[in-house]
């Protein structure tokens, strides 16, 4: 346990010098307070928390890490995010793969520069299209290897922009049997 801490620690002072923090792989369940304790002087442009078990990120990381503009929450078991994230006004790229969301954040669609969603291996089932075919910022958007119903699959494939990203439809087993 102690090496861990150590481990975090040392990252944390790196990122003091390179204004980016990789607390990738370190087991964490959450951000720990001291990371936002030590990183208080420091404008964070990268945080890269992925291949860790964290759940959840609370409201304050938004406010402690305000511009930050590349954010990895991949390998996680995130099923959401906090409406906060949506403050993060020089936020470009966001990566949630790998992670049991269900449903698209809604938070992606109000971050002002946000252009970039990797979102491909999660459970999503629910999507807003028309919001994100809104969504001012939006370029890319990968929702690869998610279980998204057929006539939302459809739409998402008519998108000229954002340009999205899905995996080819696997037909349902009652749909084999049907004669056209």
């Not at 993060?88 to 698209?104: G, K, P, Q, T, W």
């Not at 990968?142 to 006539?151: A, E, T, V, Y």
Request: charged content about 25%; hydrophobic content about 40%.
């Amino acid at each position: 346990m102690a090496l861990a801490v150590t481990r975090v620690i040392l990252k944390c002072e790196d990122a003091q010098k390179t204004q980016i923090l990789d607390l990738s792989e370190c087991q964490l369940m959450q951000v720990p307070d001291a990371v936002y304790h030590l990183m208080r002087h420091t404008e964070l442009k990268s945080c890269d928390l992925s291949g860790n078990v964290i759940t959840k990120i609370p409201p304050k990381f938004a406010v402690k890490f305000s511009l930050i503009t590349d954010l990895n929450l991949s390998n996680n078991q995130m099923a959401k995010l906090p409406d906060e994230l949506c403050t993060l006004a020089c936020l470009e790229r966001l990566d949630i793969s790998h992670n049991s969301f269900v449903a698209l954040p809604h938070i992606t669609f109000q971050c002002p520069s946000l252009h970039t969603l990797l979102a491909h291996h999660n459970q999503i089932i629910e999507i807003d299209v028309d919001r994100l075919a809104r969504s001012r910022a939006l370029e890319y958007v990968d929702l690869s290897d998610n279980p998204i119903p057929p006539r939302m699959h459809d739409e998402l494939k008519k998108l000229s922009r954002p340009a999205v990203t899905v995996s080819e439809r696997q037909k349902e087993d009652w749909e084999e049997d049907l004669i056209l």
